[in-house]
């Protein structure tokens, strides 16, 4: 469920007085409830309790304000650790969907810190395996590589190393790629007619980013090429719009 940026801030804690019991949280794993005079008061993780000695018979009177907010970042923590677990992310990245799902900026970013410091987010093994996955997976050329880290918050550096690391241990082949995409895409579009195939293979290889040079060599190659310029025909292979 989301909650929104009021909800996720720190909110008033709850009045001060003695630390009556600390029991695990039925609803969240690796936490613990502090009882405040009988009543739940707050969920932290056992190195935060012992850090505030928190023991029982200790009093949070004067110390309201302070409790709260490890809490609230404790919270915005544990959020970043459940998208982790649900899709890898770069570091700017996830800080960014943090906030945009209300999480206040200065906890999004201590929990991005944490989980760098903690090797849970890093950028060049982010980097490696998006393109391993996108290079192979999908088709997706350098060029479209290089934007969709980008867009992800990786820098280009370490963006244009994993693309050159990964192409290179994998011995990935840019026109070889073009060409099978542009064979699988020709027998998809085997009812329409040639110059129409040949635009929207075109199209569709483009939105991978491969180059114009590439593109026309698989084109030639997948034996498409010459379909259209039969006819005396001008061919159009501006891309269509994605």
Known sequence: MKRNAKANAVETPPPGGTVTGIVASPRAPGRFTVMVDGRSAHTLNLSTIERLKLSIGATTIG????????????????RAVMMLAARGRAAKDLERQLI???????????????????????DELFA???????AAGAGLARRRLQQELGRRGVDRGIADEAIAEVFEEDAIDEDASAL?????????????????RRRRVYAF???????????????????DAHHGSDSGEEIDTAPETP
Do not use: C, H, M, W
Request: avoid cysteine; charged fraction near 40%; charge should be positive.
């Open 63 to 78: 110390r309201e304000d302070l409790i709260a907010r490890e809490e609230a970042v404790l919270r915005t923590y544990d």
């Open 180 to 196: 099978q995409l542009a064979q699988k895409r020709n027998r998809s579009l085997r009812s329409e007619d040639a110059q129409s």
């Open 205 to 223: 290889l483009a939105r991978r980013g491969f180059s114009p040079d590439v593109i026309e060599r698989a084109l030639r190659a997948a034996g």
């Open 128 to 134: 490696r395996s998006f393109v391993r996955s996108k």
């Open 100 to 122: 945009r799902k209300g999480e206040p900026a200065e906890f999004a970013r201590l929990a991005v810190d944490r989980l760098r410091d903690e090797g849970f987010v890093d």
